[in-house]
């Protein structure tokens, strides 16, 4: 093992990857893939205009993530980049790669939704999007690219991690955080094996999409039926005149009196609940998105304090400034976009 104090400014500085302003601005943009649906769902509903507009904003955003991930790969090959560098690169693809996620889920649920619109919660999300009908999306055309990109990449790297990048002597002291949890990539073995396992399946096309959208969706099935069977239910059951009061249009009796105490309560596809349906979607994607953001930011803020990278990171440098002043225009769309569909919301109530 390299002796810890030959690690001590170890590595040169790249503010034009790790500086404050390049973080930023792919931060703020995978986080618009989220406002959008937000205001979109009002409605309890995502028409086919704001599906396109979605679509736009995820196949943007991943292209761009793409084209910086064939960079990356230009550069480590001409012997210019970190392992450190690298590393962060593939944790803000993997944030990019939410942007997609939210968009499949949301209209997950809006699919979902209208193919079950008379029927109880408890059959939410049991709509399947068909293979060969996921893959006739651009968005998830261009995903599966980008994510093939990322996994050829990623098992680059993580296959020669120990003598990965310009600065090799520098790699012991390389760190990855996962859950706020800090790992050295190497002198981990497991993490190694789940990087190359997971790169792996990113690697091939068609099917790394498909299986990533699908695995998150398990999960999120999952989540929603705990949330609904061992929560809402008992909610209902003890605390049905508070329910309600609280969502009346959500609620219907079974039986035919419904003005009956004893009738058993359904929760049914009605606009609110279909409204709570899509923020549920939207609620998944944007924990896994600040996850990823915090364990990036931790990934930087410890390797700072363990003192391995100089001075210089947080230099204002033209990439920086670069990349703040092209984050006007998708901000800009993103007012435009929300403007007009809340125009169009109160078209419909008036």
């Not at 991943?62 to 593939?90: K, Q």
């Not at 390389?174 to 190497?186: D, G, P, Q, R």
């Not at 929760?267 to 924990?287: D, K, N, P």
Request: charged share 15%.
């Amino acid at each position: 093992m390299s002796n810890t104090s030959s690690l001590i400014n170890c590595l040169e500085p790249d503010p034009d990857i790790a500086g404050i302003g390049v973080r930023v601005a792919i931060y703020v943009q995978a986080l618009l893939s989220v406002v959008y649906p937000i205001f979109f769902a009002s409605d309890g509903k995502i028409d086919e205009r704001e599906a396109k507009t979605m679509s736009g904003v995820s196949i943007t955003i991943v292209l761009t993530a793409t084209a910086l991930l064939v960079s990356t790969a230009i550069e480590a090959h001409t012997g210019g980049i970190s392992l450190y560098h690298a590393l962060i690169i593939l944790e803000l693809s993997w944030i990019n790669s939410m942007t997609f996620l939210t968009v499949h889920f949301v209209l997950r649920a809006a699919k979902s939704i209208e193919a079950q619109r008379d029927t109880p919660a408890g059959m939410l999300w049991q709509t399947r999007i068909r293979f060969s009908e996921f893959l006739t999306s651009e968005e998830a055309v261009v995903a599966s690219i980008h994510f093939t990109v990322v996994g050829a990449i990623g098992l680059w790297i993580w296959s020669h991690v120990a003598s990965f990048g310009s600065q090799p002597d520098c790699n012991p002291g390389t760190i990855i955080v996962i859950l706020s949890k800090t790992i050295s990539v190497t002198h981990g073995p497991t993490i190694r094996r789940v990087s190359l396992a997971v790169y792996s399946i990113a690697l091939i096309p068609a099917i790394n999409v498909y299986v990533i959208a699908n695995t998150l969706g398990t999960i999120s099935s999952l989540a929603r039926g705990i949330l609904f069977y061992f929560v809402i239910t008992p909610i209902i059951a003890c605390c049905r005149p508070v329910f309600i009061a609280i969502f009346p249009c959500c609620i219907c009796h079974s039986d035919t009196d419904p003005d009956s105490e004893a009738g058993a309560l359904e929760i049914v596809h009605s606009t609110e609940f279909a409204r709570w349906t899509f923020y549920f979607a939207i609620s998944g994607m944007l924990t896994a998105m600040v996850l990823l953001i915090a364990d990036t930011e931790l990934m930087i803020e410890r390797s700072r304090k363990m003192g391995i990278v100089q001075e210089g990171e947080n230099e204002w440098t033209f990439g920086q400034t670069l990349a703040m002043v092209l984050l006007f225009l998708p901000l800009w769309e993103a007012l435009k976009a929300i403007k007009e569909s809340l125009g169009d919301d109160s078209s419909d109530t008036s």
